[in-house]
């Protein structure tokens, strides 16, 4: 349900930008960890390597640097207490993931470079660590402001080198307690040391986010093309399901009545020839047949229908079937056909007449399909807590070729045409579809005596209400 609401509220954005929120509260995630990380290397360093931190002229601290760590924490909060906010409200729009991305990436390039600056400053490699913003800049800013924000972080990274060169800002060195035996470089106030870092850093964070940034934009740019691609072929899809019921609704009422006059003229027409008998009954039979692939159609473009809202009640499978079986049985005793049932009372939660409609689609198929002196066998059964039924016959068979496709629809087997000519192909394509709505599947196979086909259709099953 959950999910369903937030679709619901945040219809109107692109598939790109709620996936861009979304790796954005996974950023938030992952800020966390990389905060805990710093916290627990300082902690380390201090108390098991015994490392310290210390100003000229001042007692060795933790204390600042862990500052900046919990300030990181501080704002981290902040920003996932607005997250939460703005997906809750529904307030999603691709600017505000922007700006609030933007904000946090700036945050994140001060908290590294005063961090840097109090264990060691362009001493501490650990300054390297700028490049992790700069690749969620590439990921989440376009291609401007990515470069803005790693200007930011070339600022942030030459302040502090020539800052502390020059003793605008106090350097803080990186000791041993107890001391041990060590070649103090004084790195941080070699003009060529500071020269070569800064600019190794600068070139590094301008190039990677001009690189990354380029790849990003491509594949947005491919992003925006299947969006608009798949909105096509969704309003090509409605736009096909509307006429199909359009058109289905407007030729019921010719049909009817053509039907009926058919139907008269067999009535009243006492001087009929036998050849216009014949004849009237065969349009019949083809009135017959147009009709039922008017009313498959019109079931087809509502199963399409995104709105299709399902009646689910509990219902037991094997008696279901049951009630199916004896309407049809008179229609197989007529065809010639034996039917066998295997029936285990089996509890679902489902539509009555759509799952009525999937079971009678496949035992008319399975007698349609099934030469005299054939069988059909059922059974419904409950196998790793899914309800099975599976309806096998004797008949025709499918071969490989149209096992794969059997679903598709308009799809008809050859050895199907062969046999009946008329169909629409869409009968099979509708128990499909309506076993999806139902969380459930089915499929096709050959018996295993080569002799027919087996249809095995599986729906969850459910506790049966014996009260």
């Known amino acids: 349900m959950a999910e369903q609401r937030y679709s619901e509220i945040h219809e109107g954005l692109t598939v790109t930008d709620r996936e861009l929120f979304d790796r954005l509260g996974w950023f938030i995630k992952v800020r966390w960890a990389l905060g805990l990380l710093a916290l627990l290397m300082l902690l380390l360093s201090w108390f098991a390597l015994g490392i310290r931190f210390r100003r000229a002229g001042a007692e060795p601290s933790l204390a600042p640097?862990?500052?900046?760590?919990?300030?990181?924490?501080?704002y981290n909060a902040c920003f996932t207490f607005a997250h939460r906010i703005v997906r809750a409200r529904g307030l999603i729009s691709h600017r505000l993931t922007v700006s609030v991305a933007f904000g946090q990436i700036l945050c994140d390039i001060v908290a590294i470079c005063v961090l840097?600056?109090?264990?060691?400053?362009?001493?501490?490699?650990?300054?390297?660590?700028?490049?992790?913003?700069?690749?969620?800049?590439?990921?989440?800013?376009?291609?401007?402001?990515?470069l803005l924000a790693a200007g930011a972080a070339v600022a942030g990274v030459n302040l502090l080198g020539w800052g502390e060169l020059g003793g605008v800002i106090p350097h803080v060195y990186v000791v041993t307690d107890p001391p041990r035996p060590a070649y103090e470089a004084g790195l941080y106030a070699d003009p060529y040391y500071v020269l070569e870092t800064t600019?190794?850093?600068?070139?590094?964070?301008l190039a990677m986010t001009i690189i990354a940034s380029t790849i990003t934009r491509r594949l947005r740019l491919r992003e925006r093309e299947l969006e608009q691609a798949y909105r096509h072929c969704h309003l090509t899809d409605e736009a096909k399901s509307f006429f199909m019921r359009k058109a289905g609704h407007e030729m019921r009422g010719p049909l009817a009545a053509t039907h009926n006059i058919l139907n008269a003229i067999i009535a009243t027409g006492e001087n009929l020839t036998e050849e216009h008998r014949r004849l009237i009954g065969r349009a019949t039979v083809r009135l017959n047949g147009f009709a039922a692939m008017v009313d498959d159609l019109r079931r087809y473009s509502g199963l399409q229908s995104p709105d299709d809202m399902?009646?689910?009640?509990?219902?037991?499978?094997?008696?279901?079937?049951?009630?199916?079986?004896?309407?049809?049985?008179?229609?197989?005793?007529?065809?010639?056909?034996?039917?066998?049932?295997?029936?285990?009372?089996?509890?679902?939660?489902?539509?009555?007449?759509?799952?009525?409609?999937?079971?009678?689609?496949?035992?008319?198929?399975?007698?349609?399909?099934?030469?005299?002196?054939?069988?059909?066998?059922?059974?419904?059964?409950?196998?790793?807590?899914r309800a099975v039924l599976r309806v096998a016959d004797t008949g025709i068979g499918l071969s490989k070729a149209a096992m794969e496709r059997i679903f598709e629809d308009f799809y008809r087997a050859p050895e199907a045409r062969k046999a009946f000519p008329e169909g629409t192909g869409l009968g099979l394509a509708i128990c499909r579809r309506i076993m999806e709505m139902h969380g459930g599947s089915i499929e096709a196979r050959p018996r295993d005596d080569d002799?027919?086909?087996?249809?095995?259709?599986?729906?969850?099953?459910?506790e049966p209400d014996d009260g």
Do not use: C
């Not at 600056?117 to 291609?143: K, S």
């Not at 600019?199 to 964070?205: E, G, K, R, Y």
């Open 199 to 205: 600019m190794a850093i600068t070139v590094a964070l």
């Open 310 to 385: 399902l009646t689910r009640k509990l219902l037991d499978l094997d008696e279901l079937v049951g009630e199916v079986v004896d309407m049809l049985e008179p229609q197989s005793a007529e065809a010639g056909l034996s039917i066998s049932r295997r029936f285990t009372r089996v509890s679902v939660t489902a539509d009555r007449d759509l799952l009525r409609d999937v079971i009678r689609n496949l035992i008319s198929n399975a007698i349609q399909y099934t030469p005299s002196g054939g069988r059909i066998d059922l059974s419904v059964a409950q196998e790793a807590g």
């Open 65 to 74: 640097a862990v500052a900046v760590v919990l300030a990181v924490f501080f």
């Open 451 to 462: 002799t027919g086909a087996v249809f095995e259709v599986r729906l969850p099953a459910a």
């Open 116 to 146: 840097a600056h109090l264990t060691g400053g362009l001493e501490n490699w650990f300054i390297i660590l700028l490049l992790v913003p700069m690749v969620v800049a590439t990921e989440f800013l376009p291609r401007s402001k990515a």
